[in-house]
């Protein structure tokens, strides 16, 4: 099962991808729906409500009227976070109950209108962010039959746009036609979510290149979301997660794959987290068991390592034992090249020719073995710590 966290702010359009992708196929799990479903007239949920905010947010009927409660959960934090806690927990479980009676080659698209707020986005293997500007949203909002004033209210309570764009791996901008939006969905459903699918399903790696292209702004975000993954699938047993490798370098040109280590006690325990790092969408290479070593025990230099399923966002996944050489030199070598832009050149030489080698791990080892004395001579002059 693959599930993906769909979200964006109210009147982004988050409604035409959802039902785009449920043409395509895809489940849908409507956080909107399940939060209407738990404050029916008769459920705990409703019951809750009143006795928060009073018997007035109900209609004569019994039903929640809705804009009656708005009125009053939405005037501070305080009754926000109030409302917050008293819905999201029961979302949450009938969620749970509706995942747990889905077929195991579904895909599931878990539309979330507060993704960013419930802090649920790193369990995901891929999040869709749908946005559009305010005045955009606001105008949307006003055809629905919203007046102004609350549209501004809905969308200032809440996660304001840079944070819905910071847990985004697929940003759809829907400043166009809802046409325009459609195309984007189907796209995405077929270039990037049944790959994924695929390769979660069958712990296949995506494609990666040799070829080098210039510095990406967005890889320390790209990192930044890899990196919350894997400590939501691994949890303690990750003692440390680090961005290495050149992407970690501001300014340096590299491959376009993410290098991400994984710092852990033992192999056993890099063994114990395989299966929780595949299933969030980073599948074991069992052919690579450790890396060149640069020094006389070369058992200290063994490692794990795990790809990408996700073909919009390839990346290596290094498990390293804490402590030994191999963990410590990825680190060093890190710093050591941000900190020296001469050294920086010479690795992009050494990188350059290595891409017309028949194995370009193998043809970049020659300069990294006089590298490695190197940057343990530039660790004890300058006091590195790793």
Not at 12 to 31: F, H, N, R
Not at 111 to 116: R, S, T
Not at 119 to 131: C, E, N, S, W
Not at 332 to 342: K, S, T
Request: aromatic content about 6%; some cysteine.
């Amino acid at each position: 099962m693959l599930r993906i966290g769909l979200t964006g702010g109210i009147g982004a359009g988050k409604s035409t991808v959802s039902a785009t992708l449920a043409e395509c196929g895809g489940i849908i799990v409507d956080g909107d729906v399940i939060a209407r479903e738990v404050v029916e007239p008769g459920t705990e949920g409703l019951a809750q409500l009143v006795e928060a905010f009073g018997e007035d947010i109900l209609r004569p009927d019994g039903a929640l009227n809705r804009p009656a409660l708005a009125a009053r959960a939405f005037v501070d934090d305080e009754k926000r976070a109030r409302l917050n806690g008293i819905v999201h927990p029961m979302v949450a479980r009938r969620r749970q109950e509706i995942l747990d009676a889905v077929h195991e080659d579904a895909v599931i698209v878990e539309d979330i209108p507060l993704l960013v707020e419930t802090g649920m986005a790193p369990m995901f293997p891929l999040v869709v962010v749908v946005t559009a500007d305010a005045p955009t949203r606001v105008a949307r909002l006003i055809k629905r039959g919203m007046d102004e004033a609350d549209a501004l209210a809905r969308i200032k309570a809440q996660a304001p746009e840079e944070q819905r764009r910071a847990i985004a791996d697929v940003l759809l901008d829907n400043s166009g036609s809802a046409g325009e939006l459609v195309e984007k969905a189907r796209d995405l459903w077929y270039n990037r979510v049944l790959p994924l699918a695929h390769n979660i399903g069958t712990r296949q790696c995506a494609a990666t290149t040799d070829k080098l292209v210039p510095y990406d702004p967005a890889w320390p975000d790209d990192a930044r979301r890899i990196i919350k993954r894997i400590q939501i699938a691994c949890g303690e047993k990750a003692l440390r997660v680090d961005h290495v490798g050149s992407t970690a370098v501001p300014g340096m040109a590299a491959k376009d794959v993410i290098d991400i280590q994984v710092t852990v006690a033992s192999l056993g325990v890099a063994d114990e987290i395989s299966d929780a790092l595949a299933n969030a969408g980073y599948p074991p290479v069992a052919r690579i068991t450790t890396d060149t070593p640069h020094t006389e025990d070369a058992g200290l230099w063994r490692k794990r390592i795990h790809c990408a399923a996700d073909p919009g966002r390839p990346a290596n996944i290094h498990l390293r034992v804490d402590g030994w050489p191999g963990q410590q030199f990825a680190l060093l070598f890190r710093d050591w090249l941000a900190a020296n832009p001469v050294v920086q050149e010479e690795y992009l030489a050494a990188k350059r020719r290595a891409s017309s080698a028949p194995d370009y791990a193998d043809a970049k080892e020659p300069w990294f073995a006089q590298a490695y004395g190197r940057a343990w001579e530039w660790a004890e002059t300058t006091g590195w710590r790793s």
